[in-house]
């Protein structure tokens, strides 16, 4: 699950998105590690940005009649974030068909890019307003 190499470490290469936030108190649970279902809010975030900082604003694209919903999502958790830590959602579109667009994600910890701490792989669907299936704009095919 490896998108295109960086030959700088910090820096993304053009296919993804970095996206950074901090795990809050209202994040975890008793034992002070994120609650597994926030790391849904932060797939969604990251996700957001990505459309946002290629293409046009979430808001831009309802104003036009196009609605995003989660078909699916595959989740792997392999270690946990705690409390206090910094995050990094790395994002970019594996691929996209007709009616579909499909997303990678990977969390880990700022500054420690090779230990995943969740692996995901989203797949998204675009509906009118009137809730009917609806062709993905022409724009994400060239994500």
Not at 31 to 53: I, Q
Not at 80 to 89: D, Q, W
Not at 109 to 126: F, M, Q
Request: proline share 4%.
């Amino acid at each position: 699950m490896k998108p295109e190499a960086s030959a700088d470490k910090n820096v993304a290469p053009p296919t993804e998105r970095l996206f950074e936030c901090k795990v809050y108190y209202e994040d975890t649970d008793c034992m002070g590690v994120v609650y597994h279902a926030n790391y849904l809010k932060y797939l969604e975030r990251a996700r957001s940005e990505y459309v946002e900082d290629r293409l046009a604003s979430i808001a831009e694209y309802h104003d036009r009649g196009f609605l995003f919903m989660v078909h699916k999502i595959e989740i792997a958790f392999h270690s946990p974030a705690r409390l206090g830590e910094n995050l990094v959602i790395r994002t970019w579109i594996d691929h996209t068909t007709r009616y579909r667009v499909v997303a990678k994600q990977i969390v880990t910890k700022k500054g420690e890019p090779r230990d995943y701490l969740v692996t995901a792989t989203v797949t998204l669907v675009t509906v009118g307003d009137d809730g009917q299936l609806k062709e993905v704009p022409a724009e994400f095919h060239d994500l």
